[in-house]
């Protein structure tokens, strides 16, 4: 865990050595030089002929996964090098390394990534939430931006509480996101998820006030749908306190 690249390379040079011994939580050596950065530790371990570089720990997570959750560029591409890493593997919660690095925002490691034939760009996890979904909903705008411009992406893609890569961005106020995804024209900007809330609903509720005036302002936006409970938007942002969100949808 400490990247101590010359104490390693002894190591390693022993005979005898378990170098894929794994700990209480099933990991490797690599794994954690993966997951840490340390790209001289990395190679030296990836030198050794008995290294699997692909060992899966006890949440199905290889070293690729961590170093791709964890943006370290250089060494996802000296494992995507190697013939016994596998680019799209699903770890416990079905979460590939594609998806790890799309929530975090790793803009160059997702190019990597995309750059593989064996990738499934829009492979959902336990959740159904896509490496879309997850840059939307954190606010990775670098990263939707890269994944919407490909041209097998879906975007209206739905995860187990109904809600849409918009639902996410408009409800956490993410204007540069909902720009993106609005002006890409396969949007559904009145998706309802399974509260029967809309992206004009969530954005409404949390007083997002930006995102409200974004969504009011296309031409096919529905105002006053309701959700379970009958609230409208309107009401949504009066109940929050929500004034000048109210003042917009009264336009």
Not at 145 to 159: H, M, S
Not at 216 to 243: C, H, K, N, W
Request: some cysteine; overall charge negative; glycine content about 10%.
């Amino acid at each position: 865990m400490r990247g101590n690249e010359v104490v390693v390379r002894e190591l390693v040079g022993k005979d005898g050595v378990a170098i894929n011994m794994p700990d209480y939580f099933g990991r490797t050596p690599l794994s954690y030089a993966a997951a840490n950065g340390h790209e001289a530790v990395v190679k030296q371990l990836l030198r050794h002929d008995g290294v699997a570089a692909d060992l899966k720990d006890l949440l199905s997570r290889t070293p690729l996964s961590y170093a791709a959750g964890n943006g370290h560029q250089a060494i996802v591409k000296l494992l995507l090098e190697r013939h016994d890493v596998e680019a799209d593997s699903k770890d416990h919660r079905s979460r590939t390394p594609l998806s790890h690095a799309a929530g975090n925002g790793f803009e160059e490691v997702v190019k990597l990534l995309l750059a593989r034939h064996d990738v499934e760009v829009d492979f959902p996890d336990c959740a159904n939430q896509t490496p879309l979904s997850w840059a939307a909903e954190r606010g990775c705008e670098g990263v939707v931006r890269i994944l919407i411009q490909r041209g097998d992406v879906q975007t209206n893609l739905f995860d187990n509480s109904g809600r849409t890569p918009l639902s996410y961005a408009a409800g956490n106020g993410y204007e540069g996101i909902v720009r993106l995804l609005v002006q890409h024209g396969d949007v559904d900007i009145n998706s309802k998820d399974h509260q029967d809330l809309t992206p004009l609903s969530w954005a409404a509720a949390a007083g997002c006030e930006g995102v409200v005036q974004i969504l009011t302002q296309q031409d096919d936006i529905e105002l006053d749908s309701t959700d379970v409970f009958g609230r409208t938007p309107m009401l949504l942002a009066t109940f929050g306190g929500y004034a000048r969100v109210s003042e917009l949808l009264l336009r």
